[in-house]
């Protein structure tokens, strides 16, 4: 299994970043696929998770109306649209899939500031 995330960067607060994760390895249409994010001396959290046919979406409180999860089968790529970025936001965003054992990719630092 291999996960590979991609576009985070700096941006303002109230900006919009879209990331993106690579995967490989498994059959990506059989499984949900997550986004987590973890700040400085914080806990790992769940962000937004889609459903295998990316018919069902579920998100932080945090983050509802703001952050948009979205997935290509085709592609085997899982997105998330983040607009409205908050300086609380700022985190290493982590795509994820369990599989008997959760697998995770290196991780996108995401940093909100002026």
């Known amino acids: 299994v291999q996960l590979v995330e991609s576009g985070g960067g700096l941006v303002q607060p109230g900006g919009s970043l879209r990331l993106s994760c690579a995967a490989s390895?498994?059959?990506?249409?059989?499984?949900?696929m997550n986004w987590y994010r973890q700040a400085p001396g914080k806990e790992r959290e769940l962000v937004a998770r889609?459903?295998?046919?990316?018919?069902?979406?579920n998100y932080a409180d945090s983050v509802k109306g703001r952050f948009t999860i979205s997935r290509d089968n085709a592609k085997n790529m899982v997105y998330l649209q983040m607009n409205s970025l908050k300086p609380e936001d700022t985190a290493v965003y982590y795509c994820?899939?369990?599989?008997?054992?959760?697998?995770w990719g290196q991780g996108t630092q995401v940093t909100v500031s002026s």
């Open positions: 889609i459903g295998s046919y990316g018919d069902s979406t």
């Open positions: 390895g498994f059959t990506f249409r059989s499984y949900v």
């Open positions: 994820d899939v369990f599989r008997g054992v959760r697998y």
